[in-house]
């Protein structure tokens, strides 16, 4: 074997040499870091919200009656003592059947006959009146020439008294006759088919004036119908005063401080509404979660501070995204809450440093949206591992992933 071959094969065993020690050389391991940094934080819980028209006015009807298609539609602006949002006149009365009509009809021919006995009775009550004015003239001037003597007078004053007062009770006998066939005659009054809504409405209808100024923002009904007092008929608030209300769990709702801020966002415009929290209500109130999980929930209620120029287009029981600020603070040492992982009880992290991973144990404080508060542990700068595989022990070689 030439000197030659021999180095050939010598350089391809080192070269095979090489490339299983590097085969066999542990790798540094790909990473991703974040660098622990100070910044501002805060605590918040995220929930579903509804505006609401702070104070709307719920009408309904005073009386019951029919109440006329509404004047009003929803989205109508209304003057308060000056707009009629709603018209009610009396409920027409019932249609009665074929015996019960027959029946008022009865009636109306008896209190007819009525009236004629009780005319009867008043025109002989008023005959005989005259009949004893006459005798009282004629015996007061034989009285007074002798003729006769005082008592037969006093006799023929009394007779004359009882004649009056027998008219004055044959005319109140007919005017009870009377009465009693008005009475029987309006059995037969029937529903009043041929009402016209668009008449004066002074003399036929109750006219309800819209309590307080703003907008029409439901209607129970447009149609005409018959209600009952205390029906709702339609709602009236003002826009400019708006709130908004969001249930929150009890838990939840025990955290929130008062006179809380709050953020509102996608509402549909741009930018972020403020908002302030005014009332969380004592009581809770259960409800069944799309799980089928009962649950204690709270209401909150909270003023809108932006005025209606920066909150254009936003109405009655639109919802909304409420972000409840619980706590915050501008400078605060924290880092991602990816990096944490628990080491024999004690929060921990791995800082990289000269390519090694080093594991170190720190004091956690307060947590929110992704990041936690460094209390003790930990310097600002410091870059830490986020994610840390099990694969990641104390000491082990890290390299960070690009991109």
Request: glycine share 8%; hydrophobic share 45%.
């Amino acid at each position: 074997m030439t000197m030659f071959r021999k180095l050939f094969l010598g350089l391809i065993g080192l070269g095979l040499v090489t490339a299983l020690i590097w085969a066999l050389w542990p790798q540094p391991q790909r990473v991703d870091l974040a660098t622990v940094s100070r910044a501002p934080m805060q605590g918040a819980i995220t929930a579903q919200g509804v505006t609401r028209v702070r104070a709307a006015y719920t009408i309904a009807a005073p009386i019951t009656g029919s109440v006329t298609r509404s004047p009003v539609e929803v989205g109508d602006a209304v003057v308060a003592g000056e707009t009629v949002v709603a018209l009610i006149r009396p409920a027409d009365p019932v249609l009665m059947d074929a015996r019960s009509r027959a029946e008022a009809e009865a009636a109306v021919i008896e209190a007819e006959a009525a009236v004629g006995v009780a005319e009867s009775d008043l025109r002989q009550a008023e005959t005989a009146l005259r009949a004893a004015r006459t005798q009282l003239a004629r015996s007061r001037a034989l009285a007074e020439s002798g003729t006769i003597p005082h008592r037969m007078l006093e006799e023929i004053e009394t007779t004359y008294q009882s004649a009056t007062q027998t008219v004055e009770a044959a005319q109140s006998r007919l005017d009870l006759s009377r009465a009693s066939l008005t009475r029987t005659q309006a059995q037969l009054i029937g529903p009043d088919l041929n009402f016209d809504p668009s008449d004066d409405p002074g003399a036929c209808c109750m006219r309800i004036l819209a309590p307080q100024t703003g907008l029409v923002l439901d209607v129970t009904d447009l149609s005409a119908r018959l209600v009952q007092a205390g029906a709702p008929l339609l709602t009236i608030g003002n826009l400019d005063e708006m709130e908004i209300e969001l249930d929150l769990l009890s838990t939840d709702a025990v955290r929130v401080p008062a006179e809380a801020r709050a953020l509102i966002e996608n509402w549909g415009g741009s930018g972020v509404l403020e908002a302030r929290l005014r009332r969380i209500e004592p009581s809770a109130f259960t409800r069944v979660s799309a799980l089928g999980i009962e649950e204690q929930r709270v209401r909150l209620r909270l003023d809108l501070l932006a005025g209606p120029q920066e909150r254009q287009g936003l109405g009655e029981g639109f919802r909304v995204t409420v972000r409840l600020i619980l706590w915050e603070a501008q400078d605060v040492l924290q880092l991602p809450q990816a990096a944490l992982f628990r080491q024999a009880g004690d929060w921990a992290v791995f800082v990289e440093e000269d390519g090694r991973a080093r594991l170190q144990i720190v004091e956690i404080g307060r947590q929110a949206s992704g990041q936690a508060e460094v209390l003790v542990g930990i310097a600002e700068g410091a870059r830490v591992l986020l994610y840390p595989g099990a694969g990641i022990e104390d000491g082990a070689s890290i390299r960070e992933r690009e991109g």
